[in-house]
């Protein structure tokens, strides 16, 4: 079957990132041997226009559409991003009868409102190698794949849970010859890499679970180092390892940084860090592996917060992975989420001055906090009829503790003012 695949994300905020998901179902349903293109909307100049293009070049019998992001989480002027969507989908519509199917990780946390809101026809919560070679299968025999685990229909409720693999190894890495390569290393762009799925942590707003479960799955350090090193050999030199905790497990951790100083393969690196329990080890083995900045989201400053969120760590802790981070020369982003259930003006003041006093490179201050479902922040927002029990929340909502709304916005807004490291 001759399907294509379509990264629908256009959002340069934050960091641009290179749909390297999307190229690992490529890499499978190549496998299988079905025949792919995948478009990155991207690189596009006119998205809408790149998608016409592509079915006027070859008919299609399969169309999968990513879905990174549903909105940019700013509270104070939140941005809809789905109708960018909306418009490839309708393109896709106006220039095909071929089914189409949702996935990503905006769509796997709103499963059921993004089919509807888009009018695609299937989509597949969680990861898709495996789900969107069976959803081929089925197609390509005349069957109906509502069976296969993740797949949701339109117009019916629920699916079959999706299913998280625990050996990702049977999963292939996607070849740099499926992208633009060029266009990126002229936007410079880091190469976003992923070698764990999954976080058992539960904090107590994020969206993770619903996305990639909550067991640590790995790929082999042999796998990942191969990949990269393919990469490199492509000309990339910069990488984020988007493992949600980069340090859990740290024996992998540590595995992995040897094998990266060992080959040598001249990459700088930035990684998503968890700053309870952090092996002083394994920061020595970052530096000398080629990394060069960490993100550390600890959210807050106040140990109370921090329980509220279900951090299991507390200000001690944060205080020495920033401590040890910027002894081996690694620079250290901290994010504040404020304004969740329980903030007070107190904590709030609390937890500016701690993070004010760590001295890091760069923070990142946000506040409310965008409601995902299935999470605990949104139990306790209906208990408080801040949302009704039946908003599916794919339109942006955010939990600010009541009596803050006023003052906590100037709050941030002036503290963040005054550092010019700090953003907001």
């Not at 478009?39 to 016409?52: I, S, W």
Request: proline share 7%.
């Amino acid at each position: 079957m001759r399907i294509l695949l379509i990264s629908a994300n256009t959002e340069m905020m934050n960091m641009p990132t290179i749909p390297v998901g999307l190229g690992c179902i490529a890499e499978a349903l190549s496998q299988e041997g079905h025949r792919v293109r995948l478009l990155d909307l991207l690189v596009e100049t006119d998205p809408v226009g790149a998608v016409r293009s592509a079915f006027a070049e070859s008919p299609f019998g399969l169309i999968g559409i990513s879905l990174r992001n549903i909105d940019d989480q700013n509270m104070q002027a939140p941005r809809f991003l789905l109708d960018g969507a909306k418009a490839v989908v309708s393109c896709c519509r106006e220039n095909t009868q071929a089914p189409i199917v949702l996935g990503g990780a905006g769509y796997s946390i709103f499963p059921t409102a993004c089919l509807d809101y888009l009018d695609a026809d299937f989509g597949i919560q969680g990861e898709g190698e495996a789900a969107m070679c069976a959803v081929a299968d089925a197609l390509q025999a005349g069957e109906t794949p509502t069976a296969i685990p993740g797949v949701f229909s339109r117009g019916r409720k629920g699916a079959v849970r999706p299913e998280r693999i625990r050996n990702l190894g049977c999963f292939p890495l996607p070849a740099p010859e499926w992208f633009p390569v060029s266009r990126y290393r002229a936007a410079d762009m880091w190469l976003p890499f992923q070698t764990r799925r999954g976080c058992p942590l539960k904090c107590s707003y994020c969206s993770t679970p619903s996305i990639e479960g909550t067991r640590i799955r790995r790929r082999s350090v042999d796998a990942a180092v191969d990949s990269l090193r393919r990469w490199a050999d492509a000309g990339f030199r910069q990488v984020f390892f988007v493992d949600n905790t980069f340090n859990l497990p740290p024996s992998f951790a540590r595995r992995l940084c040897a094998r990266l100083a060992d080959e040598r393969l001249g990459l700088s690196w930035r990684a998503i860090v968890y700053p309870g329990g952090l092996d002083k080890d394994l920061v020595r083995d970052m530096a000398r592996a080629g990394c060069r900045e960490v993100s550390l989201g600890f959210e807050s400053g106040d140990p109370q917060m921090l329980a509220a969120m279900n951090k299991r760590f507390g200000p001690e802790e944060i205080q020495a992975a920033v401590r040890l981070f910027a002894t081996h020369g690694i620079r250290q982003m901290g994010f504040l989420l404020l304004g969740g259930p329980g903030e007070t003006r107190a904590s709030v003041e609390r937890s500016l001055a701690f993070v004010d006093a760590l001295q890091m490179d760069a923070v990142k201050l946000t506040v409310g906090i965008r409601i995902y479902p299935k999470t605990r922040v949104a139990e306790i927002a209906r208990e408080k009829k801040m949302i009704d029990a039946e908003d599916d929340l794919l339109f942006p909502r955010f939990y600010l503790e009541p009596g803050l709304e006023d003052w906590l916005p100037h709050v941030a807004a002036k503290w963040a003012e005054q550092r010019p490291h700090w953003v907001y």
